[in-house]
T-cell receptor
């Protein structure tokens, strides 16, 4: 069965500095990987995805993510952090259900990003 | 991307009662999902609701407790039955527009059981 790990509960970064939010995954077959952001008291917003192709994926709000198959990682990055980027970030993988009936999403535990002014 | 609305946005319910949550999408979608999320924590998939078939429940979730309806391609309901304080959570619906695409989420329903 697929799984997602986000090794850091909390990431703190100064405004203007680059940020990285880490994600590693385990899935059988080709990985379909996603990043979502959740602002306080709001639903999840889709940021970007990797399905196939270029290992560097660009998404919304200046975010990008790098797929690394050998390290089974899909880290989220941004060259210059904004205070408004402060939120909860979730990595997700799409994979086959345990009962092999279709596919579903599995979300990581989330990483809280705080960008300090 | 699809625009998703949920009703109610929040509710406070008494133990032993039920709450039905509605999810409306502005376009026709095949796949809809229901999740549960404790504030500040990860999402747990409750079930997949595809139009024209019975909902598929994940391990630990049963139809008697979480009955789901999917009458058409733009609407679904999730009922949380026989409420207990442990059911206090945020319930989210989502849709997937393509076979291997991303999911889009509604704003969530915050349920508090007293």
């Amino acid at each position: 069965a697929q799984s997602v790990a986000q090794p850091e509960d909390q990431v703190n970064v100064a405004e203007g500095n680059p940020l990285t939010v880490k994600c590693t995954y385990s899935v059988s077959g080709n990985p379909y990987l996603f990043w979502y952001v959740q602002y306080p008291n709001r639903g999840l917003q889709f940021l970007l995805k990797y399905i196939t192709g270029d290992n560097l994926v660009k998404g919304s709000y200046g975010f990008e993510a790098e797929f690394n198959k050998s390290q089974t990682s899909f880290h989220l990055k941004k060259p210059s952090a904004l205070v408004s980027d402060s939120a909860l970030y979730f990595c997700a993988v799409r994979g086959r259900r345990r009962d092999n009936y279709g596919q579903n999403f599995v979300f990581g535990p989330g990483t809280r990003l705080s960008v300090l002014p | 991307s699809a625009v998703i609305s949920q009703k109610p946005s929040r509710d406070i319910c008494q133990r032993g009662t039920s709450l039905t949550i509605q999810c409306q999408v502005d376009s026709q979608v095949t796949m809809m999902f229901w999740y549960r999320q404790q504030p500040g924590q990860s999402l747990t998939l409750i079930a997949t609701a595809n139009q024209g078939s019975e909902a598929t429940y994940e391990s630990g979730f049963v139809i008697d407790k979480f009955p789901i309806s999917r009458p058409n391609l733009t609407f679904s309901t999730l009922t949380v039955s026989n409420l207990s304080p442990e059911d206090s959570s945020i319930y989210l619906c989502s849709v997937e527009e393509t076979g291997v695409g991303e999911q889009y989420f509604g704003p969530g329903t915050r349920l508090t059981v007293t």
